[in-house]
């Protein structure tokens, strides 16, 4: 190949880049657009009904006219079902939106965006007090999911998730399906929980990215068989996207089996990782079984060597992680230093149950709240 043709190559690829750029931004524009126009006509459907208690009992009537009215103008996609989704948007996202979006410059106004990327002010109504603006930037099927979630807190986790790591509408069911805002709770200090729904998924410190449990139900283990940890190790390697995007953020695979010598013996760390965001070296250790205290020492002794022989200056103390099927908390803070950078957390084979994970987070918000008082 010439250099005529790489050049003429390397052209094409960087015009087709900005193009699937631009495609992607045109569509993004598209969707936050009709996002706006559905809160808005929530809004509108919310305000008719409550001109009275007559209007709201003959409502339904009015939506099913209204929806075959708007069919024949403007064609699919304003069904009966829709526009009750449309109100539903309106009615979660209104009475969520003081004790979830911050107030700037003491003014409060919702704006639609417009043609010419000025504010089209829909707040002027005489019905209607003035509220807090407010930003989306997601599809609408993202929303047709996150209007499930009915806490006001963790719905804006999920937002927020989505918007920073850009998910997409597969992957923000399948981190709801599998408890991501409780697993975080649970696994942090009650001081923290208050910050996931204002923040997101914070990376500052080693325990932040220990999540309890991990749900690893796309390896296909079954919970009640038998299986090793080697084939544990080579059913995560098989999925190690989904593997990494369970773990959390910033991670990246460096080896499997990575083998070390000391003292003339011979040392393997079954999984090594890297997070980016701490800038440091994460070890995990798999176990099939209960977790011993002989496991905890094991990996003590692989972070010490990593931290002594394997890191660089600038880089962070090594994290080492126990991935096992049982632990018992008790031994682990007996065996273990305070100072340790060694974490035992447990693994799920199925999703967890959601309902006993959300109670266990009510419990510690409840506790959080009273020791607030106190």
């Known amino acids: 190949m010439n250099d005529i043709q790489l050049r003429e190559d390397a052209l094409f690829e960087r015009i087709s880049a900005l193009i699937d750029l631009a495609h992607k931004r045109v569509k993004t524009a598209i969707d936050t657009t009709m996002v706006y126009t559905y809160y808005g006509v929530g809004q509108y459907i919310v305000e008719d009904e409550q001109q009275g208690e007559q209007r709201a009992q003959y409502g339904k009537f009015i939506l099913k006219n209204l929806s075959a009215r708007l069919t024949n103008k403007y064609g699919q996609g304003w069904s009966e079902e829709n526009l009750k989704l449309c109100r539903r948007f309106y009615v979660i996202y209104s009475n969520s939106v ?31 007090k003035s509220e807090t603006p407010l930003s989306f930037t997601l599809s609408w099927s993202h929303y047709l999911v996150l209007m499930r979630i009915k806490d006001n807190e963790e719905r804006r986790f999920y937002e927020i998730e989505c918007q920073k790591q850009d998910w997409s509408v597969r992957q923000l069911k399948r981190e709801y399906g599998a408890s991501l805002y409780e697993r975080l709770a649970l696994s942090r200090d009650k001081e923290e929980v208050m910050r996931l729904s204002q923040e997101g998924q ?44 369970e773990m959390g953020k910033g991670f990246l695979f460096e080896a ?12 393997y760390v079954d999984l090594v990782l890297y997070n980016r965001l701490l800038q440091c070296y994460v070890l995990v ?25 394997v890191k660089e200056a600038f880089e962070k103390p090594t994290i080492g992680i126990l991935l096992c099927k049982d632990k018992d908390d008790a031994l682990v803070e007996l065996t273990l230093p305070e100072d340790a950078n060694v974490y035992a957390t447990s693994y799920e084979l199925c999703i967890p149950d959601k309902a006993t994970l959300q109670s266990k987070v009510k419990q510690w918000i409840l506790e959080y709240e009273e020791s607030k008082e106190d």
Do not use: W
Not at 285 to 309: I, T
């Open 98 to 128: 003081n004790s979830v979006y911050p107030i700037q410059d003491g003014k409060e106004k919702q704006c639609l965006p417009n043609s010419d990327n000025h504010s089209l002010d829909i707040s002027e109504t005489p019905s209607r």
């Open 285 to 309: 250790d798999l176990k099939a079984g209960d977790l011993s205290h002989q496991d905890l020492g094991q990996m003590q002794m692989y972070v010490n060597y990593y931290d002594r022989h």
């Open 202 to 245: 914070t990376i500052e410190k080693p325990k932040d990215i220990i999540k309890d449990p991990l749900t690893l139900e796309f390896l296909g283990l079954y919970r009640d068989s038998s299986f090793s940890e080697s084939s544990l190790e080579s059913a995560i390697i098989s999925k190690l996207q989904d593997f990494l995007l």
């Open 256 to 267: 499997r089996q990575k083998k070390f010598t000391f003292n003339e013996r011979h040392f």
